[in-house]
């Protein structure tokens, strides 16, 4: 069974870092693309960064390039979203989400760790 | 950066009743188009994937149409689980993923 979990969200004062991270398992991790999407409060979906299998493609969304980096490591199953000079727009819920292995829409999700921006 | 939207805001339906959602590209995606439910608290849940292909272990009451700029998610008899928030996902033009801003689907 597949199974993403996220942690490491929190309450951060604006300008704040916070790194999140997702575990994975039940599939080949190190096969796939992964993704972080974010949710803002009663808000709709936004895509906010992808990472290929072995880490050779990343991609941002405009909103947060050059604040946040994704990463990976393969060899523990995880994912990881290190987020710098946060805004209070940065506050909502973070899934990982796994892309299929050859196209890009996500099968699975996890949870969702709570990000919250405020002073 | 291509725009997905989605009609309407809230549809108001009865149980059993037929419910159809809309979603519309600002330009071609091809059939590159998926739908997810969101129930309160939980995960976006993936239903359909190619425009028109069930996910695995989705009932065959959801149903995709639609090419090009024009889509519809169709729920033949609505079930109470049915009830929830319904997003388009464009995945022709990536990056970035451009998802539609949803459908809340409510009990009438």
């Known amino acids: 069974e597949v199974q993403l979990v996220e942690s490491g969200g929190g309450l951060v004062k604006p300008g704040g870092s916070l790194r999140l991270s997702c575990a994975a398992s039940?599939?080949?991790?190190?096969?796939?693309?992964m993704n972080w999407v974010r949710q803002a409060p009663g808000k709709g979906l936004e895509w906010v960064s992808s990472?290929?299998?072995?880490?050779?493609?990343?991609y941002y969304a405009d909103s947060v390039k050059g604040r946040f980096t994704i990463s990976r490591d393969n060899a523990k199953n995880s994912l990881y979203l290190q987020m710098n000079s946060l805004r209070a727009e940065d506050t909502a819920v973070y899934y990982c989400?796994?892309?299929?292995?050859?196209?890009?829409?996500?099968?699975?999700w996890g949870q969702g760790t709570l990000v919250t921006v405020s002073s | 950066e291509i725009v997905m939207t989605q009609s309407p805001a809230t549809l108001s339906v009865s149980p059993g009743e037929r419910a159809t959602l809309s979603c519309r590209a600002s330009?071609?995606?091809?059939?590159?188009l998926a739908w997810y439910q969101q129930k309160p608290g939980q995960a976006p849940r993936l239903l359909i994937y190619g425009a028109s292909t069930r996910a695995t272990g989705i009932p065959a009451r959801f149903s995709g149409s639609g090419s090009g700029t024009e889509f519809t998610l169709t729920i033949s008899s609505l079930q109470s689980e049915d009830f929830a928030v319904y997003y388009c996902q464009q995945y022709n033009n990536w990056p970035p993923d451009t998802f539609g801003q949803g459908t809340k689907l409510e009990i009438k």
């Open positions: 990472i290929s299998s072995s880490s050779s493609y990343i």
């Open positions: 989400a796994k892309l299929v292995a050859t196209s890009y829409y996500f099968d699975y």
């Open positions: 330009q071609s995606v091809s059939s590159n």
């Open positions: 039940g599939f080949t991790f190190s096969s796939y693309s």
